[in-house]
């Protein structure tokens, strides 16, 4: 479309828009367009009319609060994949500039066209459709290896210890990503949600509340319920959060009954959730939940609400501090998206955990955040945290069973790992609390 022809259509948009506005509003709206229309034919240098768009729509959210925002077409992408856990493409992590030299894979994921194709970690893709990724940025390299299912999308791949490169045609398939992990991978590259240090303790990691976290979660726990767990770590450090509703989900799977969350709407109409469902697992199963600096929202709900219906011990860090809920509102027929505070959520205890500034202080006063249980504060200096975040990357990388003898894997991570002293904290109290109810099985 003529970038004209655009123009015209994006003005008539926001005018349309500003004739449902009350007539002062209009005004406003009017100028808007009109100033719009100024800069699209005034300016010294050409202005694209879409960038225009994006930053009146930025303009209008920015000073609302820190979590409101305009969503623009390829962020929104993003976000629908995140949040929905899967898209079209070839299911592989991979980093590149600035952060690493080439365009490199971190990790296949299991089962994707990519891990049936062969490609591992630590592979260097040096083309992409015959266009070289050399100075490539990462952003680029994603959008040219996503597309429609069923395609091909043809990678120049160097492997590790490998002198000349390799031409892989890879068919474009839904890649499903996992927000439930576990502490190490058995043989056919599937999660282990039993700790290798004590397997009578499980250990589940969410990395974000997205629409197949709860059944993930499920099946996590049938796996740790047919091994015969004894109890269980549910670590939440670093996740930043995702849909209100899978995190009370998510509490409903841990509670037989009582408060999960309350909203609040500008106008105090009150949404309140409370477990219906019945616990799905064991309710004496001694729990720890881990929280760190960096768990927010939809984590902090879940952690909150276990803490205060005295479902679990909280370790570990004060959380993020986000008590507010967003609503994604589309836009421009679903291509970008209006990301909106609507209201604020309480956990059991009626308090709100939000936080108004910025600066992250760990021993302030205000009531803010979600803090560990008495006598299960934490805290790690940020090297050691991103010691833990290294190592832990390194654990979850797949050697990839599905490639052939003739190619070198990468080796298992065997160097010594960092303290994790969160995780040690909580492992005392649950193997002191396996051993009570071991006492009281005796005694029955």
Known sequence: MP???????????IVSLACYLQAPRSR?????VRAMHIISERHVKPVETRELYRHAMNGMVQKLDRYSS???PD??????????QQFGGIGIWVDGPPRVERLRVVSPLVGTPAYRAGIQAGDLILAIDGVSTEGMTLEKSVVMMRGELGTEVNLQVLHPDSSEPVEIAVRRDTIRTE?????????????????????????????????RTTGELSAAMNQLRTREAR?????????PGGLLTVAVDTCDLFLDQGRIVSTRERDQVRDIRDAVQGTEFDPDLPLVVLIDRNSASASEIVAACLKDQQRAIVCGQRSWGKGSVQNIIELDDGRSALKLTTATYFRPNGKNIHRATREYQEEAPEAWGVR?????????????????????????????????????????????????LQLQKALEYLREAIKINSGKVRKA
């Open 231 to 239: 109890a269980l770590v549910l670590d939440l450090r670093g996740c």
């Open 3 to 13: 970038p004209r022809n655009f123009s015209i259509i994006a003005l008539s948009g």
């Open 179 to 211: 927000s439930v992990k576990g502490d190490s991978r058995h043989e056919d590259d599937s999660w282990s949600y039993l700790l290798e240090s004590d397997p009578r303790i499980g250990y589940v990691r969410i990395t974000t509340f997205g629409d």
């Open 28 to 32: 406003e709206a009017r100028s808007i």
């Open 75 to 84: 962020d929104y992408r993003s976000l629908k994949a995140s949040l929905e």
């Open 70 to 72: 305009y969503i623009g």
């Open 372 to 420: 560990p249980s008495p006598g299960f504060k934490v805290s790690l200096t940020d090297e050691q945290q991103i010691a833990l975040f290294t190592a832990r990357r390194k654990r979850d990388v797949v050697r990839n069973h599905n490639v052939g003898t003739g190619i070198r894997q990468p080796e298992q991570v065997t160097q010594e790992q960092p303290v994790d």
